[in-house]
């Protein structure tokens, strides 16, 4: 072998293996989740990785991961701040939690609440150079970002350290990825629809796409990123999300509703879902012990911000039901059926055969646990895209949703009824379950196969063609088409005009 094929096959072999990869979520523990789980497999094929925490408590992530297998591959970084940046994030974070819960909720209101969100933690992601430094001197293959409303900071900085990014995240805007204009079959987050719409949800739809962006670009002030470069004053940071060579979304068609993809956009859903693991001892006892059958109940983080009078109200309904409930609460209790944990082994637990039903506010890598494991799963949405997430559980009839303001006890007690006593329900969720892990790769690694094969030859050669607004609607093709039809229109009458005009004045000279 030469010398320079042998320099060739080390180049090909170094870009695949021991890369280094950078993982930067928002600050939530779910977000960081989605992103963990695509480094941990990344960690198994021999990259090194490191996770950029910003106003997070990490433990709450990392902790589901192996990450001390991998102690010399794997890096946590979290920067240095003032006490009070924390502190803000918190009080805001609570903020929105009673934002939620108030019956008086308005897009205004949340919207006044991102703001201050999204500038505390872009302020806090910039603000320690040393660290910002650190990493650049790290000198890293390529990025993985978090993409949600206000993220851009992030890519911001990986575009200051000079690494090409990659976008995850449950939920990504089709302007951001190239997508196809598709708002007759892909319901708009915001929306209520299917993808199966009348001409006015169409229209309606169609007109959320295009004005929820413009929405939040006039409500959420933008970012100077100036203060991490002078080369970065005035970038759009929607422009560097969609230079990411790749963008890999936490869903799959045979839930999300099929749409037409460009092939750097990878559906990856059920990124947080697995085999699952052992349960402790006296979870494996409680759950053995319950043979009727147990129903799990967590809200994740939103938990902290639930009325009593709320808490109550399930609290009432779970009582009346004849199998144990296991409930996440902060607290550690028993009443009656009802066991109430801090904690909960949320994947493991769904993959007992004893587990009935999942009762959850539907947020993604819930959903899809429940999806994997087969249990069906009972909607409580509040924010986000739990709306639409509960629509799709109701289309597919592999679960309900309970509205937890207007339900009373007895229709709250009802639903869940019907849903444990429905064989269809169950017999629907199974062959979800199927289809999702009927796979050659499990959705993590088939993330981190998408992003070895972009470190490996970039992604130009999958990336869509850049267009314009006007072309993107087809607004220059229909317009086109109407002036051609207008001139065609217009020539006809006016021959028509002309022969009858002509065949009146023959009658007429015949007459005279």
């Known amino acids: 072998m030469s010398l320079s094929t042998f320099l060739l096959l080390t180049t090909f072999v170094s870009c695949c293996h021991g890369a280094k990869i950078l993982l930067m979520p928002t600050p939530t523990t779910s977000h960081c989740l989605e992103i963990m789980s695509i480094g941990q497999a990344l960690l198994k094929r021999g990259h090194d990785v490191t996770l950029f925490a910003v106003l997070s408590d990490p433990k709450s992530c990392i902790g589901r991961f192996d990450t001390e297998a991998f102690k010399e591959q794997f890096t946590l970084i979290v920067p240095d701040l003032d006490p009070s940046m924390q502190k803000a994030h918190d009080d805001i974070m609570a903020t929105a939690g009673k934002i939620i819960f108030n019956r008086d909720y ?231 059926n009802i066991k109430s944990m801090k904690w909960i082994q949320q994947n493991d637990i769904l993959g007992h055969p004893n587990t009935k039903v999942f009762i959850s506010h539907c947020g993604k890598n819930g959903f899809w646990e429940a999806v994997y494991h087969g249990v069906p799963i009972i909607c409580m949405p509040i924010h986000a895209e739990t709306f639409t997430t509960a629509i799709k559980v109701k289309k597919y009839n592999i679960g309900s949703r309970i509205e937890i303001f207007d339900d009373s006890v007895d229709d709250l007690f009802e639903k869940i009824r019907q849903v444990l006593e429905s064989t269809v329900i169950r017999q629907n969720m199974k062959r979800m379950s199927s289809l999702l892990r009927d796979r050659p790769e499990k959705p993590a690694d088939r993330a981190a196969s998408a992003v070895e094969h972009v470190l490996k030859y970039g992604g130009d050669h999958m990336r869509p063609p850049s267009v314009s607004f006007v072309s993107y609607i087809y607004a220059d093709v229909w317009v086109t088409i109407a002036v051609i039809v207008g001139v065609i229109t217009t020539a006809v009458v006016w021959i028509c005009r002309k022969c009858c005009c002509k065949g009146q004045t023959d009658r007429k000279r015949k007459t005279e």
């Open 106 to 336: 308005k897009w205004k209101m949340f919207l006044n609440i991102m703001k201050p969100m999204i500038h505390n933690h872009c302020s806090a992601a910039m603000k320690d150079r040393v660290v910002l430094e650190r990493l650049k001197k790290d000198k890293y293959d390529i990025a993985l970002v978090a993409r949600m409303p206000g993220s851009e900071c992030l890519f911001a900085i990986a575009a200051y350290l000079g690494v090409p990014t990659v976008a995850v995240y449950s939920y990504l805007d089709p302007r951001d990825t190239g997508m196809p204009l598709q708002s007759n079959t892909i319901p708009h987050i915001t929306s209520s629809f299917t993808n199966d719409m009348t001409f006015p949800e169409r229209f309606l739809n169609t007109l959320s796409s295009f004005v929820t962006p413009l929405v939040f670009k006039v409500f959420i002030q933008s970012i100077d990123y100036s203060v991490l470069d002078k080369k970065l004053e005035g970038v759009d940071g929607s422009d560097l999300v969609k230079r990411s060579l790749l963008f890999i979304e936490n869903s799959d068609y045979i839930i999300d509703y099929p749409k037409a993809v460009f092939p750097n956009f990878v559906q990856c859903g059920g990124l947080t879902a697995s085999p699952a693991n052992p349960l402790s001892a006296e979870m494996k006892r409680y759950m053995d012990a319950a043979t009727d059958g147990v129903v799990l109940v967590t809200f994740g983080s939103l938990i902290k911000g639930f009325p009593s009078s709320l808490i109550e109200k399930l609290m009432s309904a779970f009582g009346r039901l004849k199998y144990q409930v296991l409930f996440k609460q902060d607290k550690e209790e028993i009443r009656g």
